[in-house]
């Protein structure tokens, strides 16, 4: 997570925005997973949502997506149940640059983007790159899928489109604006039409969502974007599993 300091205002804490993110990030989890549920987390570091994933969904099958080795590593040994993926989710398969933020490994990412500080220490090595749809099992249906890439979100998701299309799962995604993604040669456009126009999805503020509130249009997406940087698609506001005692919508949303 690192989209910090992009289109924001001043007068919001960064710090304290991102953990309000991930308090939403693990309410929508604990909203739409049963225990059997199944998960993708693009952009995974050291399992922070990972671990939720496999919290509330024990029996579930979890497939965690990290390129940075030693991030993968620690990953692997706290989380030996996940299937760790040790590459950066793409549209093409095969070794690709990779910029490696060593002073603030959030913001590491297949291409340079806007940092915060302008003292950043960077580094150049090499990742391995996937297309999630070669590598997720056909016969699984996705409950749920986080996404933290820095800008790489239209290539990640364009590699997983079938996945996608099959399971529709809720998908929680970081997204910073044209800025952040500009070296991948993509914008919000291009991903507001990806998921809204290819796949039908409604996008949400993370709160939104969870409340049963309706979706975001285009415009107000891209005001959303002057302070948010964390949102939901997914197919409708309320959430998925009717099943689920803890997700069914308040009475006044009901019938």
């Given at each position: 997570?690192?989209?910090?300091?992009?289109?924001?205002?001043?007068?919001?804490?960064?710090?304290?925005?991102?953990?309000?993110?991930?308090?939403?990030?693990?309410?929508?989890?604990?909203?739409?997973?049963?225990?059997?549920?199944?998960?993708?987390?693009?952009?995974?570091?050291?399992?922070?949502?990972?671990?939720?994933?496999?919290?509330?969904?024990?029996?579930?099958?979890?497939?965690?997506?990290?390129?940075?080795?030693?991030?993968?590593?620690?990953?692997?040994?706290?989380?030996?149940?996940?299937?760790?993926?040790?590459?950066?989710?793409?549209?093409?398969?095969?070794?690709?640059?990779?910029?490696?933020?060593?002073?603030?490994?959030?913001?590491?990412?297949?291409?340079?983007?806007?940092?915060?500080?302008?003292?950043?220490?960077?580094?150049?090595?090499?990742?391995?790159?996937?297309?999630?749809?070669?590598?997720?099992?056909?016969?699984?249906?996705?409950d749920l899928v986080k996404v933290d890439?820095?800008?790489?979100?239209?290539?990640?998701?364009?590699?997983?489109?079938?996945?996608?299309?099959?399971?529709?799962?809720?998908?929680?995604?970081?997204?910073?604006?044209?800025?952040?993604?500009?070296?991948?040669?993509?914008?919000?456009?291009?991903?507001?039409?990806?998921?809204?126009?290819?796949?039908?999805?409604?996008?949400?503020?993370?709160?939104?969502?969870?409340?049963?509130?309706p979706a975001m249009d285009r415009a107000?997406?891209?005001?959303?974007?002057?302070?948010?940087?964390?949102?939901?698609?997914?197919?409708?506001?309320?959430?998925?599993?009717?099943?689920?005692?803890?997700?069914?919508?308040?009475?006044?949303?009901?019938?």
């Amino acid at each position: 997570m690192g989209v910090t300091g992009v289109n924001q205002p001043q007068a919001i804490d960064p710090a304290q925005l991102n953990d309000e993110y991930d308090r939403l990030t693990v309410q929508i989890i604990e909203r739409v997973c049963t225990a059997t549920a199944a998960s993708i987390d693009i952009g995974a570091g050291v399992g922070e949502i990972t671990r939720h994933l496999v919290r509330v969904a024990p029996e579930g099958r979890h497939f965690a997506v990290e390129p940075l080795p030693a991030l993968a590593d620690e990953l692997a040994g706290t989380l030996p149940s996940v299937t760790l993926i040790r590459a950066a989710a793409a549209e093409t398969t095969g070794p690709h640059s990779f910029v490696h933020v060593v002073s603030n490994q959030g913001y590491s990412g297949l291409y340079r983007r806007p940092y915060d500080r302008p003292d950043e220490t960077l580094r150049q090595i090499t990742v391995d790159t996937v297309r999630l749809d070669e590598v997720i099992p056909s016969d699984v249906d996705i409950d749920l899928v986080k996404v933290d890439v820095e800008g790489g979100e239209v290539v990640a998701l364009r590699g997983a489109l079938r996945t996608l299309r099959r399971s529709l799962p809720v998908i929680v995604f970081e997204h910073g604006g044209d800025r952040v993604m500009s070296e991948y040669g993509t914008t919000t456009d291009d991903l507001w039409s990806l998921l809204v126009g290819e796949l039908g999805y409604q996008v949400f503020t993370l709160p939104a969502w969870l409340a049963g509130r309706p979706a975001m249009d285009r415009a107000a997406f891209a005001t959303a974007l002057e302070r948010d940087w964390y949102f939901v698609a997914a197919e409708r506001p309320t959430p998925v599993r009717t099943s689920d005692p803890a997700s069914s919508p308040p009475p006044e949303q009901r019938g």
